[in-house]
């Protein structure tokens, strides 16, 4: 039998194509060997699949369910949409489930603490979450302008006793934060470990990240088959580095009728500096210690990237992702902030669902693409987290419209 796609990609030095690898400085290559080597074993070690299996049934409150946004479908007047609720994983996101997973590893390879950057706060609260469950240290670096925008995240990291590092050099955002969290890493990688936030750096974080988030798209199958007798036809999430995306895909990637788009951030328009659309307007390059395509500026170093959602606006996306539109099986949508404030504002108060503004980028683009399709047809979102954290910001810019449209 043909292997499946997971279990076939990437290669063994972390290349999905051409797109992937580890480049990293010297210090950093045998650390970063001692991963690969100690996830390759745990990840079919008995033990540590049955623990993590009970801290997402009896800690993080998995499965999500999935719910059939009615108002939301009959207001668009097109397609079936359904919403993979990971507002409802523990934390707010779905960022626990590779977190929880991280900080697991960290404490099997006998590491005290555990370093990480953060956007929108999302990955910050996530592994300042998970750091407490299982007794680590948690040192979050962030970028000074997300610290003011995202406050209640940074007050939440600081509840759960992470140390907050303010980024403050260049944008002071997402890719400033882990810009400092990697020098900071460097000299302490023997009692720390790196907890990437996404699919991306360098191998074998892609990797891992992937296998961690895939209980989101093999949960989303499974359900998705009970209420609908089916496989959906579209299935749909936002992109910044990827992770959430390629966990809801990884449930479909063998399922060739079964369409995946993420989506990527337009911003406030084309010119760069205005958006975070890497895979629609990036070329190929090395960033944060991995080969994919990257927005560069005129001197060929990662761009200046704008957009409303903090989580997703990085000049660069997983390697995989990468991959997987070069070779077709996946395509890329978009969707501007006007367009993600109006899904906001539509799941709201049509759903009672606040989304993230990060996840209101993926409603607003399944919202077009429904229009355009007949009711027979399914599109299943990645709701990848709820919206408290941006409330306050949304309501000083964009007033609260009318209810009902
Ligand atoms: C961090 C975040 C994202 C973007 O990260 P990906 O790795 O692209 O998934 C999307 N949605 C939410 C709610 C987030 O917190």
Avoid: W
Wanted: glycine share 10%.
């Amino acid at each position: 039998m043909l292997k499946s796609y997971l279990d076939s990609h990437p290669d063994e030095n972390g290349y999905f194509g051409k797109f992937g690898g580890a480049f990293l400085p010297p210090p950093l290559i045998e650390p970063f060997a001692q991963i690969t080597k100690e996830y390759q074993k745990l990840k079919n070690d008995p033990e540590f699949i049955e623990e993590l299996k009970y801290v997402r049934k009896h800690y993080q409150g998995r499965p999500t369910p999935i719910s059939y946004a009615k108002n939301l479908t009959k207001h668009c007047g097109g397609a079936k949409i359904f919403l993979k609720r990971e507002d409802l994983n523990h934390s707010g996101a779905h960022k626990l489930n590779h977190c929880m997973a991280e900080v697991m590893l960290a404490k099997k390879l006998g590491k005290t603490k555990v370093i990480a950057e953060t956007g929108a706060g999302q990955h910050g609260v996530a592994l300042a979450t998970a750091a407490a469950y299982f007794g680590l240290e948690c040192e979050i670096h962030m970028g000074e302008v997300d610290i003011i925008k995202e406050h209640p995240n940074v007050v939440r990291m600081k509840i759960l006793g992470a140390n907050v590092i303010p980024a403050t050099h260049g944008l002071r955002t997402l890719k400033e934060a882990v810009d400092s969290a990697f020098q900071a890493y460097v000299p302490q990688a023997d009692t720390a470990l790196f907890c990437i936030g996404s699919v991306v750096g360098p191998h074998p974080f892609p990797l891992m990240v992937r296998d961690f988030q895939s209980i989101v798209g093999h949960e989303a199958k499974e359900q998705f088959m009970e209420m609908e007798n089916s496989l959906p036809d579209y299935v749909v999430a936002c992109m910044g580095g990827g992770s959430n995306a390629m966990g809801i895909f990884a449930g479909f990637i063998d399922d060739e009728n079964v369409a995946l788009t993420g989506v990527e951030p337009m911003g406030r328009g084309e010119n760069l500096g205005d958006h975070a659309a890497s895979l629609t307007y990036g070329e190929e390059g090395v960033m944060h210690g991995f080969n994919s395509i990257m927005l560069k500026d005129s001197d060929g170093e990662p761009a200046p990237v704008y957009s409303i959602g903090s989580g997703i606006d990085y000049p660069s996306v997983g390697p995989e992702q990468a991959y997987l539109k070069e070779i077709g099986r996946t395509s890329v949508g978009l969707c501007n902030d006007e367009e993600a404030v109006d899904a906001f504002y539509k799941l709201s108060q049509f759903e009672g669902i606040i989304p993230a503004l990060e996840t209101a980028h993926a409603i607003g683009y399944a919202m077009k693409l429904a229009k355009t399709l007949s009711p027979d047809k399914t599109i299943l979102i990645n709701l990848s987290g709820r919206g408290d954290k941006d409330i306050d910001f949304i309501v000083e810019n964009y007033p609260i419209p009318n209810a009902k449209f």
